[in-house]
């Protein structure tokens, strides 16, 4: 296993170090001040672009205040006209571009958790349960970016709270870097498309579990849900444990299929083939279409005679010009599958209608398809 990260600065002439914890897998700051309540926001602002970080010592909420400062100070220059992007592919590039440089520069902002994740700042509020959550027992201190512990107790709140799923009837409780199932369409898809005779399904790379759910309350009475994320997994069982399906849903760890075979082999990938910024985003983007790829092309050793393959998959990549038009069409024949329909429906979530959206002029086109495969 890999030493873990060590965050270093000099506080009063005195060297330190701590910890440093990154679930985004950021490395730690090298160069680091200590800052308190009597820092400016324009200060801030400057030291956190030249990429020094900031440790801070003063009062929680004045931290808060002090990032949302920043935040407005980052986001000013986006708000000036600029030539729009010659293409799609532009557009996406330039919006990854400033979201990874904001992201950069607001991680700047750290705060000091002591064991226990405990918060040694005045009015700090209690995150113990949330960071317990998120990255498990905490032995020692460690020094973290206050956007991230954010993040993390919202996840918090998200998970307590949970997201009302229609095609259940019911509610799925998300867990920290796990995909939420925030996109009702392609839920109702999976609900509605015809249903395959089988007591047997497999739901590959299951997340929260909330299509395993939804197979299993349309009555297949075994689904294998696999994942390889332990993360998705422990959130996947409680899921079904909260909706009474632990009896019917059994969870793997696996890099995609289980053993054997199944007459309804189902998986939603990531639908964006561009390459993850940070760990977390794997559930939304999928390096050279791996996962997309690995899925049609071993669903015919996984798939019964005369079974299905439900493919769920937006072409939000077309139109931004991240996949060929043909790719999947192609990609669904090489394997040797065939396709016996396809179920399409419009997004209805608020970034397909916000003409502020960047990347606007794709999501307009944007469609989700529910695509029935079966052997060639």
Request: glycine share 6%; proline share 9%; net charge neutral.
């Amino acid at each position: 296993m890999n030493a873990p990260a060590v965050l270093q600065w000099t506080e009063d002439d005195t060297p330190h170090s701590a910890r440093w914890h990154s679930e985004a897998a950021a490395p730690p700051p090298r160069r680091v001040v200590v800052a308190d309540d009597r820092m400016p926001a324009d200060t801030a602002y400057r030291l956190m672009c030249e990429g020094t970080a900031l440790l801070w010592r003063g009062d929680f909420h004045n931290a808060r205040q002090l990032l949302q400062a920043v935040a407005r100070r980052v986001d000013e220059p986006r708000r000036k006209p600029k030539a729009p992007p010659a293409t799609p592919l532009d557009a996406f590039n330039r919006y990854r571009l400033t979201q990874a440089q904001r992201a950069r520069t607001l991680g700047m902002l750290l705060i000091p958790v002591d064991a226990g994740h405990v918060i040694p700042l005045r009015r700090a509020p209690d995150v113990r349960q949330a960071c317990e959550e998120a990255h498990g027992p905490a032995d020692t201190p460690y020094v973290m970016s206050l956007r991230e512990l954010q993040g993390i107790v919202g996840a918090h709140e998200w998970r307590k709270k949970g997201v009302s799923v229609a095609a259940l009837n019911a509610t799925i409780h998300p867990h920290y870097g796990v995909f939420s199932p925030v996109r009702g369409e392609y839920l109702e898809l999976v609900a509605a498309a015809p249903l395959p005779e089988t007591d047997l399904a497999f739901d590959i790379g299951t997340g929260t579990g909330v299509l395993a759910a939804i197979l299993a309350r349309r009555g297949i009475t075994r689904v294998v849900a696999t994942d390889q994320d332990p993360r998705a997994l422990a959130c996947a069982a409680e899921n079904m444990a909260r909706l009474g399906l632990a009896g019917q849903v059994e969870l793997l760890q696996a890099d995609l299929f289980p053993a054997g075979r199944a007459p309804l082999v189902v998986c939603n990938p990531p639908w964006l083939p561009a390459r993850p910024a940070t760990p977390l985003e794997h559930a939304v983007y999928d390096p050279d279409s791996r996962m997309l790829r690995g899925f049609l092309q071993g669903l015919p050793a996984h798939l019964d005679t005369g079974g299905e393959g439900w493919l769920i998959l937006s072409d939000l990549a077309e139109h931004l010009g991240l996949r060929a038009p043909d790719m999947v069409r192609e990609t669904i024949a090489a394997a040797g599958l065939r396709v016996i329909e396809r179920h399409d429906t419009r997004p209805t979530h608020p970034k397909a209608t916000a003409a502020t959206d960047p990347l606007h002029a794709a999501r307009r086109q944007e469609i989700t398809s529910l695509w029935r495969l079966t052997h060639a």
